[in-house]
């Protein structure tokens, strides 16, 4: 199911910690193996664990409790929206509901054409640059006003 580059990447992850330690790397296995298939299905749990040696459950626990890790499948681009109450003061909630219009869905649902799906966040650690977005995981939107939600919808659709 993963790769061969993608074990090198979990390979090279594991090689950070004393071989008795293998399950610390879970969570970076975690991220590349959905950086490669977009989502973690228990099949894909079950390949990670037994790589690294560890049982399925544990993996599974690791994965469910952190909401980076997609446990069904997202569209392209995963934006959460964080509407914890510094941001939702700030307009984390009208951007929140902007971003529902322009796109017509809802938080926990995916566009028909597979493109977006549209999540609520927790903090991000940047009340100050209010409302603030997360793209993908990885890329952090800050003060983002209509304009720059229409921008970011557009580069993304490109």
Not at 77 to 101: D, F, M
Not at 108 to 132: Q, S
């Amino acid at each position: 199911m993963l790769s061969e580059q993608c074990y090198k990447k979990i390979d090279r992850e594991l090689a950070k910690y004393p071989a008795d330690q293998r399950q610390s790397a879970v969570m970076a296995a975690l991220a590349h193996a959905q950086v490669e298939l977009g989502w973690l299905s228990p099949e894909t749990m079950q390949e990670v664990a037994d790589y690294i040696g560890m049982p399925a459950i544990a993996v599974q626990e690791v994965a469910t409790f952190y909401n980076m890790y997609n446990l069904k499948p997202v569209g392209k681009h995963k934006i959460t929206v964080c509407t914890n109450l510094p941001c939702a003061l700030s307009g984390g909630e009208r951007a929140g509901e902007y971003l529902k219009e322009k796109l017509g869905i809802d938080y926990r649902e995916t566009t028909a054409d597979g493109m977006f799906t549209l999540l609520e966040g927790e903090c991000m650690g940047a009340c100050g640059d209010a409302p603030v977005m997360l793209v993908n995981n990885h890329r952090m939107c800050s003060h983002m006003s209509r304009e720059k939600i229409d921008a970011m919808l557009e580069e993304l659709k490109k």
